[in-house]
């Protein structure tokens, strides 16, 4: 049963620490998604990948966010210093894209990592 | 702003009754995609309707797209108490970033049994 796994699910952290969180996207997906979602600003999307390179980080705050993908089966959103603004649920999505062609663009989304920084 | 926008922002109605929820959008799709999120889950795909088509069916799911009115808009019929959940509609972001998904701000839904 492939899924989008994420770790942790849940993360209680004081303001000013390092988090990390983790994602396994669906193996053979080639673009890797991550997503804040909030009760005031919905879903919002952070970064995505292709093919393990960053394509889009334009929604992320670059001063404290990082996205990487060490390799195909890791992907890592790292915030430093968190903030209590950052509290949320950051969900990963995964999917297989094709270039150049009418997207059938579906994403799996992961069960989300729930934050809270104090 | 958001690409796209559900309506209403919340709805209830009784098991059995046919649910009815819409998106709107702003700019020119290459396809618009709904999906569901229950409660502590993430984000489930339901259905993707493409630029070209008009309606789309999936059990007891119907979605149309109108192009000229821009909006979408998502049937569920004969209702049931799983079938509560969050709505979002899903469009790409323009036609060259057509990976580029951005999400509405969903539709509540609650069937009550």
């Known amino acids: 049963d492939a899924r989008v796994t994420q770790t942790p699910r849940h993360k209680v952290t004081e303001m000013g620490q390092e988090v990390t969180m983790r994602c396994q996207p669906i193996?053979?997906?080639?673009?890797v998604f991550w997503y804040r979602q909030t009760m005031m600003q919905g879903l919002e999307l952070l970064a995505y990948?292709?093919?393990?390179?960053?394509?889009?980080d334009s929604g992320m705050p670059k001063d404290r966010f990082s996205a990487e993908m060490p390799d195909a089966t890791l992907a890592t959103l790292k915030i430093q210093p968190s903030e209590p603004r950052d509290s949320a649920v950051y969900f990963c999505?995964?999917?297989?894209?094709?270039?150049?062609?009418?997207?059938?663009?579906?994403?799996?989304f992961g069960a989300g990592t729930r934050l809270s920084v104090l | 702003s958001q690409q796209g926008e559900e309506d209403p922002q919340a709805l209830s109605i009784q098991e059995g009754e046919n649910a009815t929820m819409n998106c709107s959008y702003k700019?020119?799709?290459?396809?618009l995609q709904w999906y569901r999120q229950n409660s502590g889950r993430g984000l489930v795909h339901l259905i993707l309707?493409?630029?070209?088509?008009r309606e789309k069916h999936s059990g007891r799911l119907r979605v149309t797209l109108d192009t000229s009115k821009k909006s979408s808009s998502l049937l569920i019929t004969a209702s049931r108490a799983a079938d509560t959940a969050s709505y979002f509609c899903?469009?790409?972001?323009?036609?060259?970033?057509?990976?580029?998904?951005?999400f509405g701000p969903g539709t509540s839904l609650s069937v009550i049994p």
């Open positions: 999505a995964s999917g297989f894209l094709v270039e150049g062609r009418v997207a059938k663009n579906i994403q799996y």
């Open positions: 193996l053979g997906h080639n673009t």
């Open positions: 990948f292709r093919n393990r390179a960053p394509l889009d």
């Open positions: 700019t020119s799709i290459n396809n």
């Open positions: 309707i493409r630029s070209n088509e």
């Open positions: 899903a469009t790409t972001a323009g036609e060259t970033s057509y990976d580029k998904v951005i």
